[in-house]
């Protein structure tokens, strides 16, 4: 079932520059999704139309399947639905204190006390952060401010949650731990969209690819089904993931069957291993029955 | 930032601001109280001691946080003590008439108010005492103001690092006229930055739902009534001592 659909939307800026030019995408209840564009290519004007931050000059975006409530009401009901995280926490905290600022978005939503405690634990426990609530924000590292962001939005508990380039700025130990998060917040049942520049992670960790380009949706595809996508990719200026590609010189080695493709490093690497032990054990087979022949003859 | 660094660290950070804030007032009451310099001089050095010994604030920290103010107070005293002479046969400055007193009974008490001032900021971050003055009903919009700029301080002075360190690795500051320049980039970037951040809040709070004040939940304190009994208790006995050592008993 589509959660949010964007339908030919088209959105320029004041001062003449193009957010969005026709731009049609559907997001599946359920489903992990990857935005992947270059900069500037629409990814942030498009999760602001997600969100109603920005409106349509023209086409239609839908939720639930009935297109955006632009009244105040309306907004309301969609951004407790929708949540946004953006790329740079600094732009999105502004409280002193964690506690205090993961309650801001359950506080305008006009919940209670002690309705707002419960999430803001829950939502802090969520990302692995429940031991900071009372800490400053300033005195939190990057990856940790990354994670309050979330817990923040977390807190207004969406059924869609979208990140804006979430990996930035992260080093590989954080990576692991957000994306854990981010499985964690999957297996809840939230649908995830995210931006990206990193076609082996997007590749790897999404169920759906969507490409974009100049502020068009070019291509919206099963992320197995980038594997076969060099022709929209090179379109984007985009490599084939690196698995794809070593995956391919493999197969022309007659290392590697041409199926399954895998999706990741590790996969590859348990192709290999199955691969090679086959080999072995047909190596082993064939002599086998050589020496029996031999011995009958 | 030693201040900050302090009042995360001591050993009272969990306890009710409300009473930090309760002892701190009765330290303001009882510098007033003293009615001699010497009943004003135990009083700062009883706060001063729970500061120190009681908060476990250290030291050093301490010091280097009063040494500011403690220099201003000593200026301030040099000038309530002397009187410029413009008769250029006599001396240029002259002792005025009761200055020592004087000088001691505001010096003592405003030492006293420091040290009260300084074992409320030492031991209590300022997002506590932006609750405990939500909770006296202080006007929210001052409220928000002040939860904007002490959010802001930190992000700019990260900001204000960061091109000072980038101009510098250019020689931005190799020449005074290069400094001048540089600080004056430096001043127009801050400017545009603060017009894009204060944007990109505006929007960030949108997202959330946000439609006019920035409402956050207020921390809860264990033991609450019970700090705020044992800080009225402290304070009145402050009170009391400041009164009793200035009717010289």
Redesign the interface.
């Known amino acids: 079932m589509t959660l949010l659909e964007l339908d030919h939307v088209d959105f320029r800026y004041p001062d003449g520059a193009i957010g969005l030019a026709g731009c049609s995408l559907a997001i599946e209840r359920g489903s992990r999704n990857a935005l992947i564009g270059a900069n500037g290519s629409g990814k942030t004007t498009l999760f602001q139309h997600c969100n109603g931050l920005l409106r349509p000059q023209s086409g239609v975006v839908r939720y639930a399947g009935k297109p955006l409530d632009y009244s105040r009401g309306g907004l309301r009901e969609l951004r407790s639905c929708v949540g946004l995280v953006f790329q740079n926490p600094d732009h999105q905290l502004f409280s002193a204190s964690v506690a205090e600022d993961v309650s801001f978005g359950p506080l305008n939503l006009g919940l209670d006390s002690p309705t707002v405690r419960q999430r803001v634990a829950a939502a802090l426990a969520a990302v692995g952060m429940a031991g900071h609530a009372d800490k400053a924000v300033h005195n939190l590292s990057f990856g940790q401010k990354k994670r309050v962001c979330i817990a923040g939005v977390l807190a207004m508990e969406p059924e869609l949650l979208v990140l804006d380039e979430p990996m930035a700025g992260l080093d590989q130990r954080m990576r692991g731990e957000l994306l854990a998060v981010l499985d964690g917040l999957h297996a809840q049942g939230i649908t995830l969209l995210l931006a990206t520049h990193d076609i082996d992670f997007a590749y790897r960790w999404a169920e759906r690819i969507h490409l974009i380009n100049a502020g068009a949706c070019t291509a919206s595809l099963p992320a197995a089904d980038l594997a076969h996508a060099d022709d929209a990719l090179s379109a984007l200026e985009m490599p084939l993931p690196t698995v794809v590609e070593v995956h391919r010189r493999l197969c022309a080695q007659g290392l590697l069957p041409a199926q399954p493709i895998p999706r990741s490093h590790g996969e590859l690497l348990a192709l290999l291993e199955t691969h090679q032990m086959d080999s072995t054990w047909k190596k082993q087979l064939t002599t086998t029955n050589t020496t029996i022949t031999t011995k009958k003859q | 930032m030693l201040i ?1 660094q302090s009042a ?1 660290a001591n050993r009272w950070r969990k306890v009710a601001p409300a009473a930090k804030g309760t002892f701190a007032l009765a330290g303001f009451v009882a510098a007033f109280a003293a009615a001699t310099p010497r009943a004003a001089i135990a009083v700062a050095a009883l706060i001063c001691l729970v500061t120190l010994v009681g908060a476990r604030v250290a030291a050093g920290r301490y010091l280097r946080v009063a040494a500011p103010a403690l220099i201003f107070l000593a200026i301030s005293c040099l000038s309530l003590a002397f009187s410029v002479n413009v008769d250029v046969s006599a001396s240029a400055f002259d002792l005025t008439p009761g200055g020592l007193q004087k000088v001691a009974a505001v010096g003592a008490r405003s030492l006293a108010a420091l040290a009260a001032l300084l074992f409320l900021v030492l031991t209590t ?3 506590d005492l ?1 609750v405990l003055l939500r909770r006296l009903r202080t006007p929210e919009i001052l409220l928000e103001i002040m ?2 700029c ?2 802001m301080l ?2 700019f002075s990260e900001a204000v690092h960061d091109t000072l360190t980038a101009q510098a690795a250019r020689l931005g500051y190799s020449s005074n006229a290069l400094a001048l320049r540089s600080l004056g980039g430096l001043a127009a970037n801050l400017t545009l930055q603060v017009w894009q ?1 204060a944007s ?2 505006h ?9 006019g004040p ?7 304190f264990a033991n609450g009534r019970r700090d705020v009994a044992i800080a009225c208790a402290g304070g009145t006995a402050l009170v009391v001592l400041a009164l009793l050592l200035g009717w010289g008993i």
């Open positions: 900050e995360y971050p300022l997002i932006i939860v904007l002490y959010r930190f992000v951040r990109d809040l929007i960030a709070a949108q997202s959330r739902n946000n439609d920035l409402r956050f939940l207020e921390p809860s």
